[in-house]
């Protein structure tokens, strides 16, 4: 098993432009989420979903769209880049237990720069 | 919602010394507690977890006990090494049961 892919690992944009992360899993994990992290602000939830087709707001949500068509692949959306949107982001998969979501396994992370 | 608070590094202490990294938290109902650590240039790894009230999770020399009088989760090794130098983040479910909420991260230097 792969676990959780992510793809670019580095990635440099200028602003106002547009990319999409990409991030699969081939352990048909239900759930996936999408993180970032900055310095001394640990990880922040971006977006979420706990199935095909169901998708929902995390806590830092804007400037980021995400669909999810497959229960493999789990794409983030950065519409018009800002220098704001530097920042290390993090994939990550689960199964739901019996007290929501279980252990998360984490991909390898994109380290995104916006100039 | 739900939200946690670690204790905010870094932390440096000599090998063989005792670790403990402080976690609370704030929650509606019974959340699981996680410890994550991220090694160098890396993406985060489970260490350990507890699910319920008084559950010790352990691993690798850690251990944590969810308890619930006080809101915490305590990350504790008796003796580091300096391969356990890496940054540590407390977590929890979120109110929903449907992602983890992270804290801020600690960041343990080990020397020899």
């Known amino acids: 098993n792969a676990g959780v892919t992510q793809t670019p690992k580095f990635q440099v944009l200028k602003t106002g432009q547009s990319m999409t992360l990409q991030c699969a899993q081939d352990?048909?994990?239900?759930?996936m989420s999408w993180y970032r992290q900055d310095p001394g602000m640990g990880l922040r939830l971006i977006h979420y979903s706990v199935g095909a087709g169901i998708t929902d707001q995390g806590e830092v949500p804007n400037g980021y769209n995400v669909s999810r068509s497959t229960t493999e692949d789990f794409p983030l959306r950065l519409l018009s880049a800002a220098p704001s949107q530097t920042s290390v982001y993090f994939c990550?998969?689960?199964?739901?237990?019996?007290?929501?979501?279980?252990?998360?396994?984490f991909g390898p992370g994109t380290r995104l720069t916006v100039t | 919602g739900n939200s946690v608070t670690q204790m905010e590094g870094p932390v440096t202490l000599s090998e063989e010394a005792f670790l403990t990294i402080n976690c609370t938290y704030t929650?509606?109902?019974?959340?699981?507690l996680f410890w994550y650590v991220q090694y160098p240039g890396e993406g985060l790894q489970l260490l350990l977890k507890a699910t319920k009230a008084d559950d010790k999770g352990s691993n690798k020399g850690f251990e944590a006990t969810y308890r619930k009088e006080t809101t915490s989760f305590h990350l504790e090794k008796g003796s580091v090494q300096v391969s356990d130098s890496a940054v540590y983040f407390c977590a929890l479910t979120n109110q929903a049961g449907t992602a983890l909420i992270f804290g801020k991260g600690t960041t343990l230097s080990v020397s020899s």
């Open positions: 352990m048909n994990h239900e759930y």
């Open positions: 990550a998969s689960s199964n739901p237990s019996g007290q929501g979501v279980n252990e998360q396994y």
């Open positions: 929650a509606t109902g019974y959340p699981s």
